[in-house]
């Protein structure tokens, strides 16, 4: 299976801050990795797909970038609803699929 | 909008067999991929297995030997058969709908259930 590793666990940032996310896989998936959100009793939500490729209806303060083994969701102004749970998810080789551990995001 | 809900037994026994159900409204079942997922606090997100409009399916190895799903195009349903269950099992399953691309690795989980938390416990 692909390992998918993300950094860091959680973090804490303030409103307005330019916050970063990594995942790492553990060989080449290209361009196929997608990063949902989710928050606390909810269903992961899908923000970006394919990398870099913005889901409808997602505000355009979230962005993805990266292919190879490493990639990173970016969030450019932060705003108080996107205090969640962020994960990444490898569609290459499969099967399975696999998720990234996931990365606390708290609001100050 | 494709509106997915999962159903089903709240807590099943050791030993038993974990039954789910996942409804699909507001569009069809028709010429998709669906997936299971479940959710533990300590193994995170696990990816189950998928079957797409025709019947074809692919599992998680690790589960693949307890595993079936199987899909009701004309009642738009899509059920989970888990065996030999234990408290390991024990997680909150979601049923999503996969959208997939060319190449078929460009795939996506959207949309998602809400998830359906089983308990297994005697």
């Known amino acids: 299976d692909i390992q998918m590793t993300q950094s860091p666990s959680s973090l804490s940032a303030s409103v307005g801050d330019r916050v970063s996310i990594t995942c790492r896989a553990s060989q080449n998936i290209f361009t196929y990795l997608n990063w949902y959100q989710q928050k606390p009793g909810k269903a992961p939500k899908l923000l970006i797909y394919?990398?870099?490729n913005l889901q409808t209806g997602v505000p355009s303060r979230f962005s993805g970038s990266g292919s190879g083994t490493d990639f990173t969701l970016t969030i450019s102004s932060l705003q108080p609803e996107d205090s969640a749970t962020y994960y990444c998810q490898q569609s290459y080789a499969t099967p399975p699929y696999t998720f990234g551990q996931g990365t606390n995001l708290e609001i100050k | 909008q494709v509106q997915v809900q999962e159903s089903g037994p709240g807590l099943v026994k050791p030993s038993e067999t974990l039954s789910l159900s996942c409804t699909v409204s507001?569009?069809?079942?028709?010429?998709?991929?669906w997936s299971w997922m479940r959710q533990t606090p300590g193994k995170g997100l696990q990816w189950i297995g998928d079957i797409s409009f025709s019947g074809s399916t692919n599992y998680n190895p690790s589960l693949k030997s307890r595993v079936s799903i199987s899909i009701d195009t004309s009642k738009n349903q899509i059920s989970l058969s888990l065996r030999s269950v234990t408290a390991a099992d024990t997680a909150v399953y979601y049923c999503a709908r996969e959208v997939r691309g060319v190449p078929p690795e460009i795939n996506w989980f959207h949309p998602w259930g809400q998830g359906t938390l089983v308990t297994v416990s005697s």
């Open positions: 394919t990398a870099s």
């Open positions: 507001g569009g069809s079942i028709n010429y998709y991929y």
